[in-house]
């Protein structure tokens, strides 16, 4: 069965540490593939997305994230975080050009001082 | 990126009662939009996907009846909980597919129903 994968419920990270947030995916073929961020009480954002192409994509806020087709994972990281990044992160995959989003169980992200 | 504008953001209700949630997309036109609900510290849960002039698609082990779908015009659809009751109460969130760039998704800021 399709399934996305989100190993790390809870990261907290000091301000200034970078910061990394794993997410696998399974199925054979590569789906497109989505980062959306989501504040307390707040909808998603999306961060950034893979389609095809460059397997280093940039994202907003300081995000990338890469694409390693076989590890079939996406990698989200960002150099140095903010206090402003402490939120819930979520991997989310397509597996068509159309349809449903299915998303990871999201993973908390803490920074401390 | 796109905008889509939910509302309300909060809602108290007594049990019995129904809710309206709408959902806009304000700067493209949405043939469809997802609804989904969240439950404290966990992910999203799919509930349906409505299409305009045609009727919603519920995820399995949704009511339909209790979770009403309507996609009125292109750019607004919206979620009536009828009949509320306390196991009602959650973060309902909309989004919709931009189909010019690849039917990204973008999402509403979210509904949180309290039904007392």
């Known amino acids: 069965a399709q399934s996305v994968t989100q190993p790390d419920i809870h990261i907290t990270v000091s301000e200034g540490a970078s910061l990394e947030l794993r997410c696998n995916y399974s199925y054979g073929a590569t789906p497109y593939l989505f980062w959306y961020v989501q504040s307390p009480g707040q909808g998603l954002q999306l961060l950034l997305k893979?389609?095809?192409?460059?397997?280093l994509v940039q994202g907003i806020k300081g995000f990338e994230a890469e694409f390693k087709r076989s590890q079939s994972s996406f990698n989200l990281r960002k150099p140095s975080v903010h206090w402003s990044d402490a939120a819930e992160y979520f991997c989310?995959?397509?597996?068509?050009?159309?349809?449903?989003?299915?998303f990871g169980a999201g993973t908390q992200v803490v920074v401390t001082p | 990126g796109a905008v889509v504008s939910q509302h309300p953001s909060r809602v108290i209700c007594k049990s019995g009662t129904s809710v309206k949630i709408e959902c806009r997309s304000l700067?493209?036109?949405?043939?469809?939009m997802f609804w989904y609900r969240q439950f404290p510290k966990q992910s999203l849960m799919l509930m349906a996907t409505s299409n305009e002039g045609s009727k919603a698609t519920y995820e399995q082990g949704v009511e339909k009846d209790k979770f009403l779908i309507n996609h009125a015009s292109l750019t607004l659809s919206t979620l009536t909980v009828t009949s509320a009751h306390p196991e009602d109460s959650s973060f309902y969130i909309c989004?919709?597919?931009?189909?010019?760039?690849?039917?990204?998704?973008?999402f509403g800021a979210g509904t949180r129903l309290s039904v007392l």
């Open positions: 700067d493209f036109q949405a043939t469809t």
């Open positions: 989310a995959v397509r597996w068509a050009s159309w349809g449903k989003l299915q």
């Open positions: 893979y389609f095809s192409g460059d397997t």
């Open positions: 989004s919709a597919p931009q189909k010019d760039i690849k039917n990204i998704q973008y």
